[in-house]
């Protein structure tokens, strides 16, 4: 066994790789709610949509200035470790390993099981069976090589994103606009700052994903150039592709249609093009949800990787195949974690008490940028966010309300949340103490 990865990705690569880890079901579902959370206006729906893209594409950018200054793999790990060290950086790997990673890969699998049932009823013991399978054979392929899974993530994404442009296409053909069903007066909320911040937080949760790309810009053949534009691209692309999503909806339910959708693709295409096509859009929403898993289960295993070879986590992660050139171990590990999850069902508790915590930790990646240029004014940047240093502030003030809102909105939650988290400080000591040995 090796310790290097080897640079076998381009531009393109990590751009698709942004896209694909990005749309899993959110942008299929999520337009309602926001839209009813947004008093029922139109205008103010859009706002929050291109508001959310805008925050996204301004960590986005922050990230792309560290990408391209860092040469090590872990992105954001790494990120936070140089910025605001390794005990913190620790931390969100262990969260990310335990908690967000493999239960993020294990939801979009169950999820995906459980739309199989469009097609017919599964029973819940084959149901979860299913998810073990798709989880274990992404596991495979990703096992394989790194070009090989990238490959298959490139055409599923291809598939979903050329899934949204036909239905945005043929729902504006063919839309006229009406509901598909009455709709009930409290369909929407009372307009207020509360209801749009909700909506605003839906909206940055349907984005979220762009930063796994960092987790393997170490792989990239040119970094310096590669992870600014594909990150910075991707993110644009998926602003785009939400934005016209959302009025295609409109176009074929209305605005009061859309708002009282929970599955807003489904009941929108069966409406304008009839049921079979409502069932290709199932089909588009299964891919959909399977390449997003891929890539997750392609990037965050780098992370336990470069954990592994900073001496804090499980030594034999660090090794790389000597055949198939990828962290085979750290990727077998992260799968073989993310059945349990699956197959127990905790996945759904866990990440109801730490998903947040993710955007903390997103905070201090944007925040590094501001650490990192005091700490290395002299280090050579290919790569500066434009607008330092408000573009990283406003992303981290962004990351902040989701918390606090968090935190206020579910106080017992947050605790246990938190509490998972600094779980992880004893086994951090015992590690650096192995480590020091």
Partial sequence: MSHELKRTLGTWDLTILVVGSVIGSGIFLVPGPVLAQSGGSVAIATAVWLVGGLLSLMGALSYGELGAMEQGPGGLYAYIRDGFGAFTAFLYGWTLFFVIGAGTIATLAVAAADYLQQFGAIAPLMRKAIAVALILGMMGLTVLGTRESTRTLNVATAIKVGAILLMSAGLFLFGKGAPATPVAATATTTLSFASVGLSLVAVLWAYEGWQ???????????????????????????????????????????????????????????????????????????????????????????????????????????????????????????????????????????????????????????????????????????????????????????????????????????????GVVLMGAPAYWLWRRRAAK
């Fill in 212 to 418: 796994y790309s960092t987790f393997i810009a170490a792989e990239a053949r040119d970094p310096q150039r590669s992870l600014p534009l594909a990150i910075g691209l991707g993110t644009f692309i998926l602003i785009v592709l939400y934005v016209l999503a959302n009025f295609a909806y409109l176009a074929a339910l209305g605005p009061q249609g859309v708002a009282a959708s929970d599955r807003v693709a489904g009941e929108a295409v069966a409406t304008v093009l009839g049921p079979t096509a409502g069932g290709l859009v199932a089909i588009a929403i299964i891919i959909s949800m399977c390449s997003a898993a891929h890539g997750s289960i392609i990037t965050a295993p780098r992370v336990y990787y470069s954990m592994a070879r900073d001496g804090i986590f499980f030594r034999r992660l660090a090794e790389v195949h000597p055949k198939f050139g990828t962290p085979a171990l750290a990727i077998i590990a992260n799968c073989l974690w993310a059945c349990v999850l699956a197959v127990t069902g905790t996945f759904e508790q866990l990440l109801t008490y730490v998903v947040f915590i993710g955007w903390i930790f997103y905070a201090l990646g944007a925040a590094a940028v501001i650490s990192l240029r005091r700490k290395r004014p002299d280090t050579v940047r290919p790569f500066k966010v434009p607008g330092y240093p408000y573009t990283p502030m406003l992303f981290v003030l962004a990351a902040a309300v989701i918390v606090v809102s968090t935190i206020i909105e579910q106080p017992v939650q947050s605790a246990v949340g938190i």
